[in-house]
């Protein structure tokens, strides 16, 4: 006999409670806030997000400069991302995301290379202005393909008081190509969400007015056509955009920006001349969007290429920006994939099927991969982010049932509790968790690189997202330990 949904719902409310008891009182208040209960036909999960984590309580969140450099920069692939401060920011991010990429390494693509200033006790009292000026100009000619670089600034640059913006000017003149200041400080915000904004800003502000001047001047040797779009805010880890690519391809599009894996100078600079703006992880990139549709009236959309059933929702919603001929030839993508979705599906299912799952990662995936688990069977009993905003957790309504528990910025204590109580069968997180839930017996996938596998995106992507969840789940290790609660 199953339990009642209604009784599992108030179990979870039950479970809510008795993890907070554990906190002062000032701290329970503040955390109760950030974790609830899904009620369904609720707009909103009803959680607190995008504010400071509480001083204390261990966060997995990331910083300013690990959003700019690490998720939107970095990924540009014919530029030169410089890490301005002491060495340990630039090497603790130095190539952790796998951005796929075509090109050869040291020659005319650099994501996989670490610069930094190297910052001394001596450049923190005196300032590491000359320091930066010097090595803008050593680093433009170790690398001459290199189309432009970036200033990263870490934490000592805006407590110091560094220009980088003067630096970046006059070494744009020196070295006869773009430098863009990014004033990601990693103590600016609350988390690598603003960095993602500041990164975006700077776009804004230091890279599409180059593109409107080019545009003007006519020597952006680009002729547009009506099916042009931009990838945006897709990192290619694992060779993701290059899966979404080919299904936007095959239904008549021109991928003209792949912004930011794989994604090249040029490619910004044609951004403002496209037809449409894709969007698919909307945290990082929707600021720029919303730039462009002001700015240059180009419409956004923001998809979801998880899963058969979300690839063809996704497929149908942007084929219906553009004409019939692109309409059809989305209905023919989706067919020709369809007898490998349902061969995927037949495979896997009955190896997954009543399995539940926990999630907490970034960006956009605690909402978009919780599709692609139900097509092979599985439950999503709890969701969270790291560094979502308001309106993540509203979209976040369109794709969870009712009674799943909703986390903000989950503490490590409250998400290893939860995972005791709710016991789960699988957890998809985050490097930071991945051991101690391993060390717990409980199957683990790392949702942020997809533990170095992937793609996950596409038809393709959901073949291999299905064959690893099996991997994780069906593994023999799992006979040799057991979970707590099974002790």
Known sequence: MTTPKSALKEETRKVVAEVLETYPEKARQKRAKHLNVYDEGKTDCGVKSNIKSIPGVMTTRGCAYAGSKGVVWGPVKDMIHLSHGPVGCGYYSWSGRRNYYVGTTGVDTFVTMQFTSDFQERDVVFGGDKKLAKLLVEASELFPLAKGITIQSECPIGLIGDDIEAVAKKATKEIGKAVVPVRCEGFRGVSQSLGHHIANDT?????????????????????????????????NI????????????????????????????????????????????????????????????????EFNFFGPTQIAKSLRAIAQRFDETIQAKAEQVIAKYQPQSEAVIAKYRPRLEGKRVMLMVGGLRPRHVIPAFRELGMEVIATGYEFGHGDDYKRTTQYIDDGTLIYDDVSGYEFEEFAKRLKPDLIASGIKEKYVFQKMALPFRQMHSWDYSGPYHGYDGFAVFARDMDLALNSPTWTLVKAPWKS
């Open 203 to 235: 776009v804004r502000d230091w890279v599409l007015p180059i593109a409107d001047k080019r545009a003007k001047e006519g020597s952006l040797n680009f002729e547009p056509g009506p099916y042009d779009v931009a990838l945006i805010g897709d990192y």
């Open 238 to 301: 694992g060779g993701d955009a290059w899966s979404s690519r080919i299904l936007l391809e095959e239904m008549g599009l021109r991928v003209v920006t792949q912004f930011s894996g794989d994604g090249t100078w040029n490619e910004m600079l044609l951004a403002p001349r496209v037809k449409l703006n894709l969007i698919h992880c909307y945290r990082s990139m929707n600021y720029i969007c919303r730039h462009m549709e002001e700015a240059y009236g180009i419409p956004w959309l």
